[in-house]
């Protein structure tokens, strides 16, 4: 059984440019996450979705951050700009939503670093 | 809003030690609780959970948790650790009214041998 797949597992980039990170969820899985984890701050919400649609994206830092969910298999976090203070390792993470039990099953994670 | 405290963010432990990662949380209604487990350079994968029942949790590899209410607690317990627990642990609670599962901001586990 295929679990949370994430991709690109690394990213280098300079100041200025944009990022897509992408990810597929378990099949059957109606609910989605996006994470930000970094020393600082651990691991941040960011983001999550319910049958495809954005319910809670007050963890979204600023407008340079986007992301969508096009269908139950797909979604992508965009960055654009990206500034060096976004580099931190980018996790997605999917649910069942009706199990009502909330635990999430994550991705391997995508590392960015901006330069 | 909920959020979670976890107390230590730093243990050193001997093989063969106690040990206990305290987690506390903020929210006055029904919650679920889970404790996560990230190995060196892995992804995050569920310890243990509770969200209803015996107060009492075991989890996988030997790790437990109770949750005590009146206190607003999950602490992380395990009797004896071994070298392969060294990770980080992360604290997480679900309020029954959201979906948003909530981090503590997690503990660093060194265990040597």
């Known amino acids: 059984d295929a679990g949370v797949i994430q991709s690109p597992r690394h990213e280098v980039t300079e100041m200025g440019q944009e990022v897509t990170l992408r990810c597929k969820p378990i099949?059957?899985?109606?609910?989605l996450f996006w994470y930000r984890q970094t020393m600082m701050r651990g691991l941040e919400l960011l983001i999550y979705?319910?049958?495809?649609?954005?319910?809670?994206d007050s963890g979204m830092p600023e407008d340079r951050f986007s992301a969508k969910m096009p269908n139950a298999s797909f979604s992508t976090l965009k960055i654009q700009p990206s500034e060096p203070r976004d580099s931190a390792v980018y996790f997605c993470?999917?649910?069942?939503?009706?199990?009502?039990?909330?635990?999430?099953?994550f991705g391997e994670g995508s590392r960015l670093t901006v330069l | 809003a909920q959020s979670v405290s976890q107390h230590n963010h730093h243990v050193i432990l001997s093989e063969a030690a106690s040990l206990e990662l305290g987690c506390n949380y903020s929210?006055?209604?029904?919650?679920?609780l889970f404790w996560y487990v990230q190995y060196p350079g892995q992804h995050l994968q569920l310890l243990l959970k509770?969200?209803?029942?015996?107060?009492l949790v075991k989890g996988i590899k030997g790790f437990e948790a109770e949750f005590i209410k009146s206190k607003f607690s999950f602490n992380l317990r395990k009797p004896s650790v071994q070298w392969s627990d060294t990770a980080e642990y992360f604290c997480?609670?679900?309020?029954?009214?959201?979906?948003?599962?909530?981090f503590g901001t997690g503990t660093r586990l060194q265990v040597f041998p």
């Open positions: 993470a999917s649910s069942y939503r009706a199990s009502n039990t909330g635990e999430l099953f």
């Open positions: 099949s059957g899985h109606n609910s």
């Open positions: 979705f319910n049958n495809n649609v954005p319910i809670d």
């Open positions: 929210y006055g209604g029904t919650v679920n």
């Open positions: 509770y969200f209803s029942g015996d107060p």
């Open positions: 997480a609670v679900k309020a029954h009214n959201t979906d948003k599962l909530i």
